[in-house]
């Protein structure tokens, strides 16, 4: 499980270290790519299973396909790279996943870790998600806890 805030700068070259604790929950065949975020993009990584578990969604054949179906599947694998660690700890970000997801170069970036996925947020983006979901924590709990039958 992935838990935990951390900031870190992109270099000039699109890398950005990746905490130890997280890089022992990505192994090979790990992926980066989109992710939801509040009505904006961040980019997620995506260990195996979870790749695994999204490319399920999909039929195998486009002829099967949803019009949504057809355009999530090539808009994330458009955006899809290998997660691979340099000897450093980090990874390198393109500068088309860069450029969706609202990350400038020499930018400070919130790395997030959520339950089976590592998200990477612009720091700006991501304060302003935070503060507004502070704000909202019991109203969310309770949400959750509606929805999913949970004892409080």
């Known amino acids: 499980m992935f838990a935990g805030l951390y900031r870190f700068r992109i270099d000039a070259k699109g890398r950005v270290a990746v905490p130890a604790r997280y890089r022992e929950g990505l192994p090979s065949g790990s992926w980066i790519s989109l992710g ?4 904006n993009v961040a980019l997620t990584i995506y260990p195996p299973e979870q790749w695994r578990e999204i490319a399920s969604a999909f039929p195998k054949s486009q002829l099967l396909a949803t019009s949504a179906q057809l355009a999530l599947s090539r808009t994330l694998l458009a955006a899809a790279a290998p997660c691979e660690f340099d000897s450093q700890g980090r990874v390198t970000l393109s500068q088309e996943q860069r450029a969706r997801a609202g990350i400038e170069p020499n930018s400070t970036v ?23 979901q502070v704000a909202r924590f019991t109203e969310n709990v309770d949400e959750v806890i509606s929805q999913t039958g949970l004892s409080s």
């Open 36 to 39: 939801r975020a509040e009505g």
């Open 110 to 132: 919130a790395i997030v870790g959520n339950l089976h996925v590592v998200e990477i947020w612009p720091e700006e983006r991501w304060n302003e998600f935070f503060d507004r």
